[in-house]
């Protein structure tokens, strides 16, 4: 019986034509839309620090790591760091009113279908907020890094 769960889940796993990002992959080229509707498309550096950042309106972590960031961008500046949200909401109007509400000023996306979102999906998110970083050539360097090694990797010269 354990055998053929793990088949299942492996067909499974393959039929999704993504295989979960690891340390030293690459960024991703994703194109998804802002909340105006625009496509945005994520998957140059330019030389700085990416900082990946998965959340929805619903998470109160999340909410309270928004605030984080802003202050994180607003400290380091645009020069530095390049801080993406990527949604997960369904209700893109809570969305929006998180965005407002929350004073957030880097860029923010989204991909509406939950946990089920092909970016999710792609970066193996199973649980929010969750965070990727990605130096200066577009290497993921961190997965859920802390505030502190965020910060480290900023101020390095």
Known sequence: MKKIVLIILLLVNSSTGFSQIKLGDKLPSLL??????????????????TLIDFWASWCAPCRVGNKKLVKLQKDFGASKINVIGISVDTDKSK???????????FTQVIDP??????TAILFGVGALPAQYLFDPNGVL???NPTEKEIINFLSKK
């Open 95 to 105: 969305w929006i009113n998180a965005i407002k509400k929350d004073n957030i000023n």
């Open 113 to 118: 279908n939950g946990f089920k979102a092909k």
């Open 32 to 49: 998804l839309k802002n909340q105006n509707e625009v496509d945005t498309k994520i998957n140059q550096n330019n030389g700085k620090y």
């Open 141 to 143: 360097i961190a997965i």
